[in-house]
């Protein structure tokens, strides 16, 4: 590994053997490199498999010439790696997050208000169906008064019509139209919605995945041009190269002193600094969290209330109704109605016209099983776990961070020996003249 390192980092091949052990490093690395960056096109920015292809297609070969012969190329792209346990790279994931809880969590919540939706619907169309027949009931019970109020005992007190006009809406083709029509525009404005909401963060999550990747390679260059231009970045480790300086000019007692302003690469020791600057990310990375876990607890709710809804709609009873009638008439006597039954030898009390005692029931039916309602959709677990396994990722980058950026370091010194030899001078000059303030 080594070997393989030495020639990967090495400026020029020697030979024919470190020429092609360099060619196939490459080839390898491009072949990764291009099957990870289709995956990330296709399946987390939604791109068409064609485009996915073609850019990771473009993408490898570019790369696989770029870094075969560019040896700072090399570099750049070597510091990549352990910048994306950084900041960069934890935007990154953020904007995957993002896309996973777009595509996958949103489109469920929708689905289960849609439902709830259609559980309403499903309800005033019931409901209205029996409304129509009641009135259908009323005009029975109306039809019925007036034939009985027809067959009254005494003729000279029959009225000419006993029918009460009844007004009742017999074509509720017109009810069910409107409610049709209200349904479907609230069905289009919420698939408009959905589109909308899907495609604007669709298109924004690729701006911004776009603009996180270029500024991870431009961080990465920015921190190469700073090694090879600044003595002074970075330049705060006790490597190897500065012990061996320093026992070569008998001044090992300048490491010790100095113990408590450097670090060594290797050690796990983090200074003050770095310690409260991973405590400042792990905060952001929790209200991000937090965040997400709202979305997940919208999806819980929403599925919580259509199964909710779903499962009442089916368990709504009918509701009877009762309608008791009772109707009894009468013809009142004038003041010269009794002298008249006297002469007659007729009792003089008030003539019984009829009566009408009658119970009608009606039940009044909110739900019925030809209702089309689709299933609440339950929150997908997969999509929980892999939210999860990215948030757990992130936490990890939080506090490896500081490790990534040493590593930067020495993948950079490993490429340009001489100026990490530099570096190495300057600070042994800066300590020594410290050491003799």
Not at 233 to 242: A, G, P, R, S, V
Not at 316 to 336: E, H, M, Q, R
Not at 347 to 374: K, N
Request: some cysteine.
């Amino acid at each position: 590994m080594a070997d393989l390192w030495w020639i990967y980092s090495k400026p020029v091949p020697a030979d024919g053997r470190e020429l092609w052990t360099l060619f196939l490093q490459c080839s390898c690395i491009t072949v990764v490199i291009g099957g990870l960056f289709y995956n990330w096109m296709f399946a987390s920015l939604e791109y068409s498999w064609r485009l996915s292809v073609a850019m990771a297609v473009s993408f490898s070969l570019l790369l696989l010439l770029t870094l075969l012969l560019v040896h700072p190329a090399r570099c750049v792209f070597s510091v990549i790696m352990p910048t994306l346990g950084t900041k960069q790279g934890r935007r990154l994931l953020f904007s995957t997050c993002i896309m996973i809880a777009v595509v996958n969590i949103t489109p469920n919540i929708i689905g289960n208000i849609k439902t709830i939706l259609q559980v309403i619907k499903c309800i005033c169309k019931n409901s209205s169906d029996s409304l129509l027949n009641s009135t259908a009931l009323l005009e029975k019970v109306s039809w019925e008064f007036g034939v009985t109020i027809q067959e009254m005992v005494h003729s000279i007190y029959k009225p000419r019509n006993g029918h009460f006009r009844f007004s009742l809406l017999q074509n509720s083709s017109l009810i069910y139209q409107k409610m049709h029509l209200a349904s479907e525009k609230i069905s289009r404005d919420f698939l408009s919605v959905e589109v909308l909401v899907k495609d604007s963060i669709r298109v924004a999550n690729r701006l911004a995945a776009g603009f996180f990747m270029l500024y991870l390679c431009f961080e990465s260059t920015w921190y190469l041009k700073n090694y090879l231009t600044n003595l002074r970045f970075d330049n705060f480790y006790i490597t190897k190269k500065l012990e061996r300086l320093a026992v070569d000019r008998k001044a090992a007692h300048l490491l010790v002193g100095s113990s408590k302003k450097l670090i060594r690469p290797t050690g796990l020791k983090m200074s003050w600094e770095e310690v409260v600057l991973c405590l400042v990310q792990a905060m952001l990375v929790t209200v991000a969290l937090m965040l997400m876990l709202v979305v997940v607890a919208m999806d819980h709710f929403a599925f919580s209330l259509a199964d909710t809804a779903v499962r009442r709609a089916a368990q709504f009873s009918a509701v009877p109704v009762t309608l008791n009638i009772k109707y009894k008439g009468s013809a009142g006597l004038s003041w010269l109605m009794p002298f008249l039954f006297k002469v007659f030898g007729r009792p003089s009390e008030e003539l019984l016209l009829g009566d009408f005692d009658r119970t009608y029931h009606h039940q009044l039916i909110f739900s019925s099983a030809h209702c089309r309602v689709s299933p609440p959709t339950p929150p997908n677990p997969s999509v929980l776990l892999v939210v999860g396994l990215l948030f757990c990722i992130l936490y990890a980058t939080v506090f490896l961070e500081t490790y990534a950026r040493r590593l930067c370091r020495k993948i950079a010194a490993s490429f340009f020996q001489s100026r990490e030899e530099e570096r190495v001078l300057y600070l042994y000059r800066k300590l020594s003249r410290r050491h003799r303030k």
